[in-house]
């Protein structure tokens, strides 16, 4: 019988997920203005926004927050644990307006509560979570407000010093003003395929990236220069990726650019970073040429036991995988892996998740434009493109299964930011997209996956509470996945904090082991699959 | 001569004063400041300066018939005449001024305005080492480098026209339209008129193997992959010593994620043409991937020996060291590679970075 289930698991796990857009249904029904539909006048109207899912308050159901561009506000929904979502943005106190960019949660305070950090082309805001009840604007009081108009994009929470008290982390695009920046086709930079269109990032100024440290009194401190953050100029910085890439117990910072080189921030351990992203194999592409890096994603997709990288880029490009073949260093396996045919997609949010709860981490990434002028040409390049969904054979390599997905993988939108989370706790990922000038997509598979899961929160005590850099490693029916909980990440958004693992037939893992930020480990035995596990660290 | 091209050989002439008087009249001020005009040759050149060109012809006559030696108004009588479009009482003197006139400025002139007539008078084979000449002794210069574009296009035209008028049912139509569909990104219809002359021609070489890059440049959709492979197929076909189709079939199984057949296409160009760096590139790139760095090394070695400017060719190096533990040569090359990175100096960069000095407003 045990032989028939696992074989019965299989064979589902090959048949193509379903997955459908219900984000109608769940009430998610306002539209998020995001610049120019038919024509973008300036690059700001181009890179908005991020998506974010985040259980603001505790009561183990992911929520959804979802950022608006100039003309709308974020806005929070409750996850009413029906299927349905509520509008809690004004009782939250977040309502908001002007170009929100990003998001990143994290518990900066330790008060229990999962705290957010918006980005913005202009005023970031640091939104302390009081209890679950309200979210209070503490940027100010928090010394985060800036001295000048910023183009501020990815961010991350991140405990770099181990001191418990998570530090920030803030990508800076360019400097841009509606005063100054050229119009459509003033320099040979303001045109793509022959058409005149807005100006940018090339011929734009520069701007550096921000380090802020977590001085543990709710206030922080501009160490981007201490750090050696702000040392790394010359690149146009989306998106953000903090996880210990080397395997040293220190988190670094990973960091795409559009048409520049990206940077890999490599922890010292003594409150500086070094730059060290082309000898590590993750600033270009194969051939060390710069890509237009959008969105960032991490996972061991090849179970060899590190964390590997995925970024999204620029139509004519390929999105590249970089496999991680030890001690930090890279390679660029995008062909090997099967995921070099698509170019003609502008890919933005992306995402390992395994959606089969097979064991092995699909990939799906939301796809559109910057210059809607491209529909003009009647190429098969789109302003408005469907979302990519690659299944892991398990083999080191990936096959493009979006047609045969389901409708949500057909709908064309163009979409931004992508977070992914379990909002019913029934072991099966959903996707939340934000596509400009639309509603966001809300999409769940209309079976349940076919394999069996865990759903893990940790609680950090001698590490921050959100236990942001805790790298766990799950082991069941003899492999064993790991995986990092990570603040900010994919284009500009906020996964659920909680990790998913897949365990295919095996309806138990043997262990969990977690490593803290702390540097304390927790191993947990013979934990049974299809559950919602809390695993709390120690207290000293 | 029918109406058009009388209309058109007007034209021809009205733009050639046009561009003597546009085109020089910055370098003419500077050599030939505008002073009180005493002479016949000094009020001639005068005249000619302000577009007077009729009345600068007969001022500069006079100046010769009084002095025959007098070079400028020799000279810019010719110009004088190429400007009013009396291009054949011109020629002579254009040509024996662009050889002989010790004056460099003069000289230029000369032969500016002596190709512009030869265009003008649709003599374009005799513009063509004019051209030549002007770019070798001016070089870097604007004027003749955009003389020099305006004949070869003249002469690609003439040929194209001659072409299409005399052998318009010839395979070679279709190709030659098709390539110019290509210069003009427009992909789809030069697959349209490749495929015409593989129906004309179906033994012609090169045919498929331009198809096959077409389909490639026109479309993004992995289909087309296979599309162009039937294509660089067709072209191994009929010529099986063709290196650049095996290394299309080799990058299309690469970005297929079949890297061992991959290889095997690359090794075959290789094989087939030595010194073909993309191919080098490419096995020794798939050599790093597969550890082998005894055999990969040599051959980025060489490609980077063959091409020094060869950037994918420094980073795949610079990978293959570093895979290989030569981290002092990784760096080398490294530093190679953020030499060549660097954006060449010129008037763009110039623009760009007074754009990027001018910080908007915080």
């Known amino acids: 019988m045990k032989a028939f289930a696992a074989l019965f698991l299989l064979a589902a796990a090959q048949s193509a997920p379903d997955f459908r857009d219900i984000a109608k249904e769940a009430g998610l029904t306002a539209s998020f203005p995001n610049g120019g539909e038919k024509t973008k006048e300036y690059i700001i109207e181009t890179t908005g926004s991020g998506v974010a899912f985040i259980d603001y308050d505790n009561d183990g159901y992911p929520d959804i927050f979802v950022l608006s561009g100039d003309g709308g506000t974020n806005r929070m929904y409750h996850n009413d644990r029906n299927g349905r979502f509520t509008d809690v943005t004004a009782s939250l106190g977040l309502t908001s307006s002007g170009w929100a960019e990003g998001v990143c949660a994290g518990d900066y305070d330790n008060d229990g509560y999962t705290d957010l950090f918006v980005t913005y082309w202009g005023r970031n805001r640091l939104y302390r979570n009081l209890g679950g009840q309200r979210f209070e604007d503490v940027t100010a009081k928090a010394g985060l407000t800036q001295d000048r108009v910023r183009y501020n994009t990815g961010c991350a929470f991140l405990d770099y010093d181990g001191d418990r008290h998570l530090d920030l982390f803030v990508a800076n695009y360019l400097k841009f003003d509606f005063a100054t920046t050229p119009k459509a086709g003033s320099n040979p930079y303001c045109f793509y395929r022959g058409m005149a269109v807005n100006c940018g990032p090339r011929g734009l100024p520069f701007e550096t990236n ?39 117990g220190r988190p670094d910072i990973y960091v795409v650019g559009d048409q520049t080189a990206a940077t890999l921030f490599i922890n010292q351990g003594d409150g500086t970073f070094t730059e060290e992203a082309v000898m590590r194999g993750v600033a270009f592409d194969e051939n060390g040429r710069e890509l237009s890096g959008m969105g960032l994603a991490s996972a061991d997709y090849d179970g060899d036991g590190r964390l590997d990288i995925f ?78 969904l690659y299944r892991n054979t398990g083999k080191g390599t990936f096959e493009d299964i979006s047609g045969e997905a389901g409708p949500a993988f057909a709908a064309r939108h163009s979409a931004r930011g992508l977070a992914t989370a379990d909002i019913d706790n029934d072991g099966t990922l959903e996707i939340l997209a934000n596509n400009q000038n639309e509603p966001p997509s809300l999409w769940k598979q209309s079976r349940p996956a076919a394999g069996h899961w865990l759903l893990l929160r940790l609680v950090g005590t001698r590490s921050n509470r959100s236990a942001i850099g805790a790298r766990v490693a799950v082991t069941a029916g003899g492999r064993t996945q790991i995986d990092e909980v990570r603040s900010g990440g994919s284009y500009l958004s906020q996964n659920d904090l909680r990790l998913h693992f897949g365990l295919g037939a095996a309806t138990r893992a043997d262990s969990i082991s977690v490593r803290w930020p702390s540097g304390a480990k927790t191993v947990v035995k013979d934990v049974d699959a299809g559950r919602v596990v809390t695993i709390t660290e120690k207290g000293v | 001569m029918n109406a058009d091209e009388r209309g058109s050989k007007r034209v021809a002439y009205l733009r050639l004063s046009a561009f003597i008087c546009g085109s020089f009249l910055a370098s003419l001020l500077a050599a030939f400041p505008l002073l009180a005009a005493d002479s016949p040759t000094e009020q001639g050149v005068a005249a000619f300066q302000q577009g007077r060109y009729l009345e600068a012809s007969r001022l500069l006559e006079d100046a ?13 009588l010719a110009l004088a005449r190429a400007a009013t479009g009396h291009c054949g009482d011109a020629v002579a003197d254009l040509a024996d001024r662009f050889q002989k006139s010790p004056d460099p400025l003069l000289a230029r002139l000369a032969g500016l305005a002596l190709a512009q007539c030869f265009i003008a008078q649709e003599q374009t084979a005799k513009a063509l080492p004019i051209a030549a000449q002007l770019e070798a002794r001016y070089p870097g210069d604007a004027d003749v480098l955009y003389l020099s574009a305006r004949v070869h296009m003249r002469a690609f035209n003439d040929a194209t026209r001659r072409m299409f008028a005399s052998t318009p049912a010839s395979y070679r139509v279709n190709q030659l339209s098709a390539e110019i569909f290509e210069t003009q990104n427009k992909f789809a219809e030069a697959a349209a008129e490749y495929r015409k002359a593989i129906e004309k021609n179906p033994r012609a070489i090169d045919l498929h193997f331009r198809l096959g890059r077409a389909i490639l440049l026109e479309s993004h959709s992995p289909e087309a992959l296979a599309k162009a492979q039937t294509e660089f197929e067709a072209e191994l076909a009929l010529n099986a010593g063709d290196a650049a189709a095996e290394f299309q079939i080799g990058q299309i199984h690469n970005a297929c994620g079949r890297p061992d057949e991959a290889l095997r296409h690359f090794r075959k160009a290789l094989d087939l043409s030595p010194d073909f760096p993309e191919a080098a590139l490419a096995v020794g790139r798939m050599r790093v991937q597969a550890k082998q760095y005894a055999e990969a090394i040599p051959l980025l ?55 990027g000095e001018k910080a908007p407003t915080q």
């Open chain 1, 311 to 388: 970024r999204s880029d620029f139509s004519d490009e390929r999105s590249l995988l970089y496999r991680n073949t030890g001690d930090g260093q890279f390679d660029d396996v995008t062909m090997a892996a099967g995921l070099a045919r698509n170019t003609r997609f502008v890919n933005w949010g992306c995402a390992f998740l395994d959606f089969e709860n097979s064991g092995w981490k699909g990939l799906v990434v939301v796809n559109g434009h910057v210059f809607p002028e491209v529909d003009r040409q009647n190429i098969d390049i789109h302003s408005r493109d469907h979302a990519t």
């Open chain 2, 64 to 76: 010769l018939r009084a002095d025959p030696r007098d070079e400028p108004a020799r000279t810019f």
């Open chain 2, 301 to 355: 070695e060489r490609v980077v020996g063959m091409q020094p400017a060869n950037e994918p060719a420094h980073y795949s190096l610079m990978m293959a060291y570093r895979n290989s533990g030569q981290l002092e040569k990784a760096r080398r090359e490294q530093q190679v590679l953020e030499k060549l990175q660097r954006p060449p100096e010129g008037e763009f960069t110039d623009f760009l970075k007074r754009l």
């Open chain 1, 210 to 248: 921000l380090l802020y440290h977590n001085k543990g009194d709710g206030t922080f401190e501009d160490v981007s220069v201490k750090s050696g953050i702000a040392k790394a100029n010359g690149h146009y910085s989306l998106a953000v990726l903090a996880q210990d890439v080397n395997d040293d």
